[in-house]
């Protein structure tokens, strides 16, 4: 190959090479922030519940009312005599399964508000699957106690050893948070799986995963970059 024919009208065919590079990156860096990526975050601004809900259709958008006021929608979740089943439960099996470690996330943040006339113990619940009650996971030691007072709440629930307690026998913590198979909000006096059955209607918004990205996709970009320098360098000193 000639080299100053491969360097010639350098800047088109920089261009061209960087557009290259970058495609390269976009196809290579999912599979290092595939599914849960920190930053992440449930708006519900979409009109959907961004892929929350439970088969007896539980969770749906409210098109107003968020904690940001008129116009910021939020999911609602309901149980018992206010709707949907008995259990107050919701969860996500798409953008919320994954690598948990590998992504660094270490926390789930999320806004919360209580439309019924008692208070409600909020935990997050992760699992091997979305099987019955006995799936083996985790769930939150500690719940947070949301107030029947009709304002939003920001919780913060943890996910280490501290902040999640083992239900149904499931596998070391690290190994289920590198493979979360389903992601849970629910409600329950103690840790479960599964919500208690109650009649309750919350609200969720702003479902956000906490953490630091994955060194690993900054090191591929970064390769990336100092290809394509390297690449102009050369280029200059052809010319």
């Keep these: 190959m000639n080299p100053k024919g491969f360097c010639g009208s350098r800047g088109t065919r920089l261009k061209r090479v960087a557009a290259r590079v970058a495609a390269s990156l976009v196809v290579v860096m999912p599979r290092f922030c595939a599914a849960i990526t920190p930053g992440q975050i449930d708006t519900f601004q979409d009109g959907t519940t961004d892929g929350w809900g439970d088969p007896a259709g539980n969770s749906s958008n409210v098109s107003t009312g968020g904690p ?15 709707g949907g089943n008995s259990r107050l439960v919701t969860f996500n099996d798409a953008q919320w399964l994954g690598n948990y470690l590998g992504a660094g996330v270490n926390a789930v943040s999320m806004n919360l508000r209580n439309f019924g006339p008692s208070a409600i113990p909020i935990r997050i619940a992760i699992r091997e699957g979305s099987l019955g009650s006995g799936t083996p996971g985790y769930c939150s030691v500690t719940p947070y106690l949301l107030l029947p ?11 280490d050893a501290g902040s999640l307690t083992p239900i149904n026998n499931p596998q070391p913590l690290a190994t289920d948070l590198s493979n979360v198979g389903d992601f849970r909000i629910l409600s329950a006096a103690s840790p479960a799986g599964i919500g208690d059955q109650i009649s309750a209607e919350i609200g969720v918004d702003n479902v956000y995963a906490i953490g630091a990205p994955e060194p690993g996709a900054f090191k591929l970009a970064g390769l990336g970059l100092v290809a394509l320098l390297a690449l102009r360098r050369r280029c200059r000193r052809i010319s």
């Design 68 to 82: 940001a006021g008129s116009g910021d929608h939020y999911m609602q979740v309901v149980s018992g005599s206010f």
């Design 149 to 159: 007072d009709g304002l939003w709440h920001a919780a913060v629930f943890g996910l």
